[in-house]
């Protein structure tokens, strides 16, 4: 079953977007301008209909750090990541390889996917599909972090 048009890129996050699918979805944006591509990218929120029965085909439901958490048991710091969101700090991958996005990666660091590791983890186990989820040409390549410019650079 075709789940999406070809040359497309779907990010499916929240939405508003929190941070991280936020970053990834502009990050593709701008590698897809960058490289003159010809696929069109879009973000998608993971409550919608869409979301849904793309995650069903994985046979897994569209969720969040926070519902892995709590499905999973994981005691998270969400205080810790609270602050992390305000203060990232040094953000020595992405945006040390390429300025990319700046403004909103003002609010995305390396340690804010570190403190969310273990959901990305215990995901699939868990029954979801954690976003930020990135499909490209309708194949699910990655879900639950925030991918490097290299490695994104390299699946668009």
């Avoid at 990010?11 to 003159?36: A, H, K, S």
């Avoid at 569209?62 to 990541?81: M, Q, S, Y």
């Avoid at 340690?111 to 499909?135: F, N, Q, V, Y």
Wanted: hydrophobic residues 40%.
């Amino acid at each position: 079953m075709e789940i999406m048009q070809r040359d497309e890129i779907l990010v499916i996050g929240t939405e508003p977007p929190c941070p991280r699918c936020d970053y990834l979805t502009r990050m593709v944006q701008d590698i897809v301008n960058t490289m003159g591509l010809t696929r069109t990218v879009r973000h998608l929120d993971y409550t919608s209909d869409e979301a849904h029965r793309i995650a069903a085909e994985f046979s897994l439901v569209p969720g969040t750090a926070k519902d892995v958490a709590r499905i999973a048991g994981l005691a998270i710091d969400w205080n810790t990541v609270q602050e992390l969101i305000a203060n990232p700090g040094e953000r020595s991958d992405a945006l040390s390889e390429k300025k990319c996005c700046a403004i909103t990666a003002a609010q995305w660091s390396p340690a804010l996917d570190e403190a969310l590791s273990p959901c990305e983890r215990k995901a699939r186990e868990s029954g979801i599909l954690m976003t930020p989820i990135l499909i490209v040409n309708g194949r699910l390549v990655h879900q639950g972090s925030v991918l490097t410019l290299q490695a994104v650079q390299s699946l668009c």
